[in-house]
Structure formats: structure tokens, C-alpha cells
């Protein structure tokens, strides 16, 4: 199954949360202070940026979704900045503006892209009567198609379960980006979505997948909520369902710059997907790549559908990839809650010749994801004697991920890969035509798993030991055709 990018340009979401505005100064810095033992910045560039539940407004912008934004500001220059800021960006803004108050504004300090500082002005939205800012929200909720609450424990969401109420009374979807120890408050919302710290916060810290499982779905049942999306870092992300459905997701980032705003590019790819009538799963899947591209940027920042599109095709639809067990088993368990059949072998793959490739063809024609787990350096050494291997593990694993029928290698270092299939459970072990069906390593895990063994021929003529031998003595070893 193919994850596709939809059109978010049909999407109309109604963002309603705390508002800020972030600031950057830039510069460099090449000395400590005289009068203090800490670095001098030398300022040189100021840049502002949308902040808070003003991100997650731009990032969906960004995606092309329509998008109403609601909060509180002071009746300052800082206002009318973020205001003007996000309507440069086509983004409709209805501020309740509180003179008595200042704007939230949170200041970096940037030198040699490295983040030195951060100072906060910030004054407290809960007392501030909401009388214009939920008359905004009823005049905008019913053109909506999803709403968006975006807490960061200013203020602006003090009455948030009223604001619940009223969306799912027009039966729209509501997504909140929670904070602080009581989730009570978001009673009857249709997804939340946490970091790990505040979901252990609420729920008590997790040590396995298991206990992550049964916290969030207590935590679903108390709350009436359809789904609890737990962001996890580099640890990548779990959607829990009410109906019992789980999808761990690995993470795609590959390098991580500054995770900064990355919970609002998460939460605003989910609500533009959902918006358009992308089911739960797949949303989370394109979160998960948004929040990949994200984090490898500057500060606040948001994604194009154009990344997307290109982190699809390099990373998600092609994934052919090197990972190791866990990512793996998450991939495996994603896959086949998704209908694919996931396929899978093992061997040392030392030279790799043409009677591999056609077994591997062969066997990623049997279902729509091939794994290949590949012995260690050990244990090729164990088993075909001190001058093996050829090509050590980290190469000879780049060259299989490099092959088209093959979608993920994984090492392993015992004997047999027993634990590893008993571990993960694929559909089928495939192994080649100089076995028995019982004497596959893992096959009575797989087996009673519902899964199954098949047998298939090797192509006749071609194997490593053959190639070394003509590689040492082509004149006179004539195993391998010419």
C-alpha cells in the first residue's frame, strides 16, 4: 500500500491557542565577557517568526490548507507584527487584543547556529474574560472542517472543554496539542496529541510498548477520546485507538538540527490530512515524515507539499533501507496492519552474484515487502571459516538495500536467526532449495503465528565459494560460466 499525498488544499481548519511570537537574533561569537564568564554575541541579523499556536496555523498554511486562526494578544506592536506576519502568509486572524496585557513574545539568541539563549516575555491569558474570542470561534467553527487547540498553558484555552463541546456537537473532529498534568479538561476531544513526557506525566512512565499500550488505552477510555497520538523523539511515534487498534511508526528523521516547533509541524500535518478525510493511520504517517523534514531546520518552521512529495518517494514509498530489530519490528507490524504480506530471508550475502539476485526476486514476488537478515561478520566467520567474509557486514547490507526487490536489511549476530524471526513474525520465511521446510530456523514461531515456510530453488551454478575460486584461479576453474 503506497501512502499518497492528499490535496490540502481543500482543507479548512479553525487553529484556536495561545499565540506568540518568536525572535531570533543571529550573530557570531568569538570571545567571553570581561565582566562575566559568558560568551559576547555580536548581533548582526534579527529575524521574527510565528510562534505557538501561530506555527501550527503557518505550517498547515504551508501544506496549502485553508486556515482561521483564533487567540488572545496585547494591544501592542507585537500584535500587530504576528498579525501582519500571518496574513502575509494568507492566513485569517481574529485576535481578541487585551491592552492590559503584553503579547507573548520569546527571544533566541542564534551565534554559529548554536541557540545560547532564550528570554521569555510572557504575561497570563486565564483570568482575561472570552467573551469576543469565543464569538469568533462559534462564527468560524461551522465553515470549519477540523479544529485545532493548541495549548501552551497561557491561558488563551482556560475554558477549552466548552470549546470541545461546542465542535463536537457540529460533529467536527477536534485535535489538542495538550500541556500540563490534567488531561480531564480535553474530555470528548477526537485525538490528542502529547510528547512522551507530558503522556508519563499523566499516565505514569513506560518501559515497553506494552505498558505504553495499556496506559494509553486507559487514557483513551476515561477521556471518550476516538485517539491518543504519543510523540516519542527519536524513538518515532505510537497512535493508540479506542478500538483497539496500535501503529508504532520509527522516526524518519535522519539527522536532527533543532526540534523546535516540531510538535506543531506533527499536529498541523495531522489536522490538514484529517481534514481532507485521510484515516487516522495514514495522517500519522505523513506527520511522522513532516516531523523528519522539520527538525533538520532552524527554529519555527513548517514543510511544502513538494518536501513531502520527495520525502515520500526517498523515504517511505522506495524504503529500502538499512534498520535494526526495533525499527524493524515497528515496520513489519505497520506494514501488515496495512494488508501488506511481508516476506523474509536470511544468509551472509557475502558476494553478491547473480544466483542471489534471482532468489531474491523470487521471493519478493511472493508478497509486497521483502526483509533480508544478514549474519555478522562472527558468525559468516563461524560458519564458512577464518577468510570469510569477503566484504564486511556494513557493505555487504548497502549493496542488498541497494537491490529493488528488497525492502529493509537487518544484521543479526547469533548462529541462526531464530529470535529475530520468533521476534518479529513475517508472513513467510523463504529459504533456498538446500533446506527442509523443518529445519528453517524460526519457522515453528511463524508458524504459529499463522504464518508459513516456503522452499525456493536456487539458480543452479552460481555461490560465493564459486566466485572465490575463479577470483583465485580463473584458468582452471570452470564452475562459473564465462
Not at 486556515?67 to 496574513?87: I, S
Not at 493548541?150 to 472543554?161: A, E, I, Q, W
Not at 506543531?264 to 495531522?270: E, P
Request: proline content about 4%; hydrophobic content about 40%.
Amino acid at each position: 500500500m503506497t501512502l499518497q499525498l492528499p490535496d490540502f488544499n481543500q482543507a479548512r481548519v479553525l487553529v484556536v491557542g495561545d499565540l506568540m511570537l518568536d525572535q531570533y537574533w543571529h550573530g557570531n561569537s568569538k570571545r567571553i565577557s570581561p565582566e562575566a564568564p559568558v560568551p559576547v554575541v555580536h548581533v548582526r541579523r534579527d529575524e521574527l517568526r510565528p510562534g505557538g499556536a501561530s506555527n501550527v496555523a503557518v505550517n498547515i498554511r504551508a501544506l496549502g490548507g485553508q486556515v482561521n486562526l483564533l487567540g488572545l494578544t496585547g494591544a501592542d506592536a507585537n500584535a500587530r507584527r504576528l498579525q501582519q506576519l500571518l496574513e502575509d502568509q494568507g492566513i485569517q486572524c481574529h485576535f481578541q487584543q487585551c491592552p492590559e496585557l503584553d503579547t507573548c513574545v520569546k527571544l533566541r539568541i542564534i551565534a554559529q547556529h548554536q541557540q545560547m539563549i532564550r528570554l521569555d516575555f510572557e504575561d497570563e491569558f486565564r483570568e482575561v474574560a472570552k467573551d469576543t474570542l469565543l464569538a469568533h470561534y462559534r462564527k468560524h467553527l461551522a465553515q470549519a472542517d477540523l479544529v485545532v487547540l493548541s495549548d501552551y498553558n497561557k491561558g488563551t484555552l482556560s475554558d477549552v472543554s466548552e470549546l470541545i463541546r461546542l465542535a463536537r456537537e457540529q460533529n467536527k473532529p477536534v485535535i489538542v496539542d495538550p500541556k500540563g498534568n490534567d488531561f480531564s479538561k480535553y474530555h470528548g476531544a477526537t485525538l490528542l496529541t502529547p510528547n512522551r513526557s507530558e503522556f508519563e506525566a499523566v499516565t505514569g512512565a513506560f518501559s515497553d510498548n506494552t505498558a505504553l499500550e495499556a496506559n494509553g488505552l486507559q487514557l483513551c477510555q476515561e477521556l471518550s477520546l476516538d485517539a491518543l497520538l504519543v510523540t516519542r523523539g527519536e524513538e518515532g511515534m505510537t497512535l493508540l485507538c479506542q478500538n483497539g487498534t496500535t501503529v508504532h511508526l520509527p522516526t524518519h528523521a535522519r539527522e536532527v538540527f533543532d526540534v523546535t516547533g516540531a510538535g506543531d509541524t506533527v499536529v498541523a500535518t495531522l489536522a490538514a490530512a484529517m481534514a481532507v478525510g485521510t484515516d487516522k493511520q495514514q495522517a500519522m504517517q505523513l506527520a511522522n515524515i513532516a516531523a523528519g523534514l522539520v527538525v533538520r531546520k532552524l527554529g519555527t518552521a513548517s514543510v511544502s507539499p513538494q518536501e513531502m512529495q520527495q520525502a515520500i518517494q526517498t523515504q517511505y514509498r522506495a524504503e529500502q533501507d538499512i534498520v535494526d530489530e526495533v525499527q524493524l519490528e515497528q515496520l513489519i507490524k505497520q506494514a501488515q496492519q496495512q494488508g501488506e504480506r511481508v516476506i523474509m530471508t536470511n544468509g551472509c550475502f557475502d558476494i553478491l552474484h547473480a544466483g542471489h539476485v534471482s532468489y531474491l526476486q523470487q521471493a519478493r514476488e511472493l508478497g509486497d515487502r521483502l526483509v533480508v537478515a544478514v549474519n555478522s561478520d562472527a558468525s559468516v566467520s563461524a560458519l564458512k571459516g577464518p577468510e570469510r567474509p569477503v566484504n564486511d557486514l556494513q557493505s555487504r547490507m548497502i549493496v542488498l538495500a541497494a537491490l529493488g526487490c528488497v525492502d529493509w536489511v537487518v544484521p543479526f549476530t547469533e548462529d541462526t536467526p531464530e529470535r529475530l524471526y520468533c521476534r518479529v513474525l513475517p508472513d513467510v520465511i523463504v529459504k533456498g532449495g538446500d533446506y527442509q521446510e523443518h529445519e528453517v530456523a524460526g519457522g515453528d514461531c511463524v508458524k504459529a503465528a499463522g504464518g508459513s515456510v516456503q522452499i525456493l530453488p536456487f539458480l543452479s551454478g552460481h555461490s560465493t565459494s564459486h566466485v572465490i575460486r575463479k577470483i583465485r584461479n580463473p584458468a582452471t576453474d570452470t564452475s562459473v560460466p564465462r
